[in-house]
Every structure is written in structure tokens, then in C-alpha cells.
């Protein structure tokens, strides 16, 4: 067996590992938690309907002056749902050709993917807006 010496991540470049960031503090673990939970509460539409709509105004209105930093997962999440209105009714028109029910199982599947990895990005401190937003009517 021949011995070739270290492998690439076993060689010391003389640097040191970048820093794990702090753990967060209370009050903005608290910010982070809620924040996930406006990303998540959109999916509550698929148990009750109109429940992904109201949900999030309601955790956003009730928790923005105690909690500043979900405003702008809340402006995400809104301009989110203002968007997949306007896809819907797209979706709608273009159900009499067809096109629109791939077109409904597409917004589905975007609107419960986004909301997920929106969800996480909040609980590790990053707002992530969500791709295919058309309206930003809360910035």
C-alpha cells in the first residue's frame, strides 16, 4: 500500500474555518420563529379554505409592532398571495383551453414550495422573496 500523503481536506491551508455566526438571541429567535410561521401559515389554505389568505394578515398584524423584523417576511408572503391571485385568474381563462389546470397544479406546487423554503430562510434569519412574484405592493 502506497502512502500518496494527505487528501485535500486533510492539508492545512493555514487558515482557520470561517466562524460559525452566534446563536441567536432571544427576542430575535423569537422574530425568526414567527416569521417561519407566516411563511408556513400560507399552507393553512389547503386545510381550510381562505385560511392561507387570513392566517398570514392576522400573525402579521398581531405580531408587527412586538416583532418589527416579520415585516418583511410578511410584505413577501403578501405579495405572494396577491401574485397566485393574479396567476389564478390567468389559470382560470385558460382552463377552457386546457392549459390552465397544469397551469392550477403549477401555482399548487410553486405556492407549497416557496412557502416551505420560505420558512426555513426565516428560521435561519434570511428573507427570501419568493421567484415569480409579479405585484410588490408591500416592499
Known amino acids: 500500500m502506497s ?83 393574479i396567476y389564478s385568474v390567468i389559470c382560470f381563462i385558460l382552463v377552457f383551453l386546457v392549459i390552465g389546470i397544469f397551469g392550477f397544479m403549477a401555482l399548487a406546487l410553486a405556492t407549497i414550495i416557496f412557502a416551505i423554503i420560505g420558512g426555513i430562510k426565516a428560521n435561519e434569519g434570511e428573507a427570501w422573496p419568493y421567484p415569480g412574484t409579479i405585484v410588490k405592493v408591500f416592499k
Open 3 to 85: 502512502d500518496i500523503g494527505p487528501g485535500p481536506e486533510q492539508q492545512e491551508t493555514g487558515t482557520e474555518p470561517p466562524a460559525a455566526p452566534p446563536p441567536p438571541t432571544g427576542d430575535e429567535r423569537e422574530t425568526r420563529q414567527w416569521a417561519m410561521f407566516i411563511h408556513f401559515s400560507v399552507l393553512a389554505g389547503w386545510v381550510v379554505p381562505l385560511a392561507g389568505l387570513i392566517v398570514p394578515i392576522i400573525l402579521w398584524q398581531v405580531k408587527k409592532d412586538e416583532l418589527p423584523g416579520i415585516v418583511p417576511h410578511a410584505h413577501i408572503v403578501m405579495n405572494w398571495i396577491i401574485s397566485s391571485l
